[in-house]
């Protein structure tokens, strides 16, 4: 796919070939950073740390879906704060299990690497400021207590996957004390990163966005052209001020709550602006690159249309990330006919614990039937929503799991987003019926469909039978009238199923350079994170897109290192 394309979606342009010595640098440093997020980060600092000059670009203020996330790094085999905290693990443990989730999206070798590599990064993460530590959160959930940094942020602690590898808690969370918010917390990885950037000298330019790629008559990329807001003007720090407030004002007040249109069009109104201030007043810059350029600039989910191309199906879900992911750093690779894959895959979080009362009760689809085990991750869940249900699903409880749902949901036990939306659900989400008939009348549901449904949970609880999803037998329960129901659809109004796409450019696994459709390596161009087909990009596991990111930055950075 080039520019020309009609399904381009993109403000990316064609590159442009420098004859000779033709071309001419604003500035110019050995690594061009395009994106200045979690992998973006890494790489600038790594190769800085590394003796390289760097020059590190990002359409906002950087920090990107990483730092807007909960702060997760998924790490293991035998990590310092696994150790001190007595949680047994070993990278061909950590490799087994990982196996079975990443279904091949990358060798067997890259997935050994990071696994070998996982506990180094760690500590190099904490050599540069990352605080990690305990103590640990033993049972399955979504997200833990904010006084716990160390959990199963993954579906190890299931018996079937039991039979593989043994659990280990490999969510570590970063050290970061912010009340009892789950927001914005991935600062207590990206914000030290960024410090170290600015003490070792990494020039960084905030709000300029990469345009065009810029490469010689070989085809070896060279360098990058950007739009940027002219530093320190007054249209700089009043684009600025627009922009943060109005995703500010997005970010904390959702589009599910009462008035929201009203409060969203304000915001709106302020990133009008900041998009006015942009046609106005952004000027071309040039910025050479003599060893090579890193594309780090995230994925797609904010581009709707790219969105609606490659991934219809998750298009109901909620954007997770930042606007920044629009899909231009794929789009500039592809520009220079960099190759992609995996563009249709995207991760829809559909959790469900807390309240755990919830997950002991059954997810339908729309003819009745059950699909899934509950008690899975919830990307695995939303998976199975997108996939096999298609994207149409609803959660059976009846009045005893209710009742131990509003228990488990008491604002003390959970945090305010997990209180907040299940609370809201629960009063205003959740609809009662006395008959299996009103069930089925309501929601078009089959009713020998649904019947089944319910015995076969029944039959397993009487019985002590294995449940034919795997479910373990302590979170099984056995329905009894009245039933209620909540919509648990990827588009569902008051409980919403985050999503972020995971296709991206193809890279060499060794070296992170961009291939080409061919399978050649293209000259002075690399991508790392959610810009390049990596790690997660099968399926999610929390913190495990930090982890990719930091990985595939570190490995960027040392190769273009080692050349010439």
Wanted: glycine share 12%; charged share 20%.
């Amino acid at each position: 796919m080039n520019s020309e394309d009609p399904h381009w979606y993109s403000a990316v342009e064609a590159p442009v070939r420098s004859v000779g010595d033709t071309q001419k640098w604003d500035e110019q440093a050995d690594l061009v950073v395009v994106g200045l997020g979690g992998a973006g980060v890494t790489a600038a600092l790594k190769a800085r740390l590394n003796g390289l000059t760097v020059i590190a670009l990002d359409c906002a203020e950087g920090g990107g879906a990483t730092r807007a996330s909960g702060g997760v790094f998924y790490a293991g085999g035998g990590t310092s704060v696994q150790h001190a905290n007595g949680e047994e693990d070993s990278p061909e443990n950590m490799f087994d299990y990982l196996k079975l989730e990443t279904q091949g999206i990358v060798k067997d070798e890259t997935l050994q690497r990071f696994c070998e590599q996982s506990a180094d990064n760690l500590e190099w993460l904490m050599a540069q400021g990352v605080q990690f530590s305990g103590p640990v959160w033993k049972e399955k959930t979504s997200y833990p207590n904010v006084d716990y940094f160390l959990y199963h942020s993954d579906n190890s602690l299931l018996p079937e996957y039991m039979n593989d590898a043994t659990p280990a808690a490999r969510g570590h969370r970063g050290v970061i004390k912010r009340g009892r918010s789950a927001v914005n917390l991935g600062g207590s990885i990206y914000d030290p990163l960024r410090r170290r950037c600015d003490e070792t000298g990494v020039e960084i330019h905030t709000s300029a966005e990469a345009r065009q790629l810029v490469c010689d008559e070989s085809g070896k990329i060279i360098g990058v052209r950007a739009l940027q807001l002219p530093p320190d003007s007054d249209a700089y720090h009043e684009h600025r001020k627009c922009k943060s407030r109005g995703n500010a004002i997005k970010a904390v007040y959702p589009f599910f709550l009462p008035g929201a249109k009203v409060v969203h069009a304000w915001a709106e109104r302020l990133l009008g602006r900041a998009k006015q201030i942009e046609e106005q007043d952004r000027v071309w810059v040039s910025f050479g690159a003599k060893k090579g350029v890193c594309l780090s600039a995230g994925g797609f989910i904010f581009n709707r249309q790219m969105v609606r191309h490659h991934c219809p199906e998750f298009r109901p879900g909620m954007p997770l990330g930042t606007p920044a992911d629009n899909g231009a750093g794929i789009r500039l690779g592809e520009s220079v006919g960099g190759k992609t894959a995996h563009m249709d895959r995207a991760t829809a979080w559909r959790f469900i614990n807390p309240p755990k009362a919830w997950s002991r009760g059954i997810v339908v689809d729309g003819t009745g039937a059950r699909f899934v085990n509950e008690s899975t991750y919830g990307a695995t869940i939303g998976e199975a929503i997108v996939r096999q249900a298609g994207g149409s699903a609803w959660m059976i409880l009846d009045d005893d799991l209710v009742r131990q749902a509003w228990r488990q949901i008491w604002p003390t036990k959970v945090l305010p987003f997990q209180w907040q939306l299940g609370a809201l659900n629960m009063l205003f989400g959740k609809k009662k019926f006395r008959s299996i008939e009103a069930v089925c009348s309501h929601y078009g549901f089959d009713e020998i469909v649904l019947r089944s449904t319910l015995r076969a949970q029944s039959a397993a609880v009487q019985s002590g039978e294995t449940d034919s999803f795997g479910k373990p037998a302590s979170d099984l329960h056995e329905l009894k009238l009245p039933l209620h129901i909540i919509d648990v659809s990827l588009g569902a109004r008051l409980l919403p199923c985050t999503v972020l796409t995971m296709g991206g450019l193809v890279v060499n696994e060794e070296t992170g350079q961009v291939k080409d459709d061919d399978g050649n390596d293209i000259g002075g161009l690399y991508a790392a994170g959610r810009t390049a087909v990596g790690i997660p990009s099968w399926l999610y596991m929390s913190g495990l897109s930090i982890a990719d990111c930091i990985f595939s930055g570190l490995r960027v950075a040392d190769h273009i290192s080692r050349e010439g």
